[in-house]
């Protein structure tokens, strides 16, 4: 499963529900993120406790790059959302096509931003990975 980095930064303040779920994940090895996840969360970090605490968690999880399958994926889903007037932000469609690129479903809080990438299996926690 591929954690969002809303879920991630859950974990990192310890905050309910998500932070016990991933350590769940983890502890079960079912737990990955993206390249793109790595991105946001170092963007902006000048924190030395926090700049440690993401290196010890990208260390001890999967990650996962956008390859030539997971671009190809996501310049689909940008153009299938083009064309139907929706937008939705570059990083979740780079990280949905790279889910949907390796047959992962996505650990989300927020389903606002992934409803309307078509095909996309996203769970709200850990135990659903129902397909929408």
Do not use: W
Not at 102 to 116: D, E, K, V
Request: glycine fraction near 8%; hydrophobic fraction near 45%; include cysteine.
């Amino acid at each position: 499963m591929i954690a969002d980095t809303d879920v991630v930064l859950d974990f990192f303040t310890d905050t309910p529900p998500f932070a016990q779920a991933l350590t769940d994940l983890l502890q079960e090895g079912r737990l990955a993120v993206t390249a793109i996840t790595v991105f946001e969360l170092y963007a902006g970090v000048l924190g030395a406790k926090r700049l440690k605490q993401i290196e010890t968690f990208c260390e001890s999880v999967p990650v996962f790059s956008l390859g030539l399958l997971a671009a190809a994926y996501a310049g689909k889903i940008y153009t299938d959302l083009k064309s139907t007037g929706m937008t939705v932000g570059n990083q979740d469609i780079l990280i949905a096509g790279i889910c949907l690129a390796n047959g992962l479903p996505l650990l989300i809080r927020n389903s606002a931003h992934f409803a309307p990438i078509k095909g996309l299996v996203i769970a709200t926690n850990p135990r659903d990975t129902g397909r929408r």
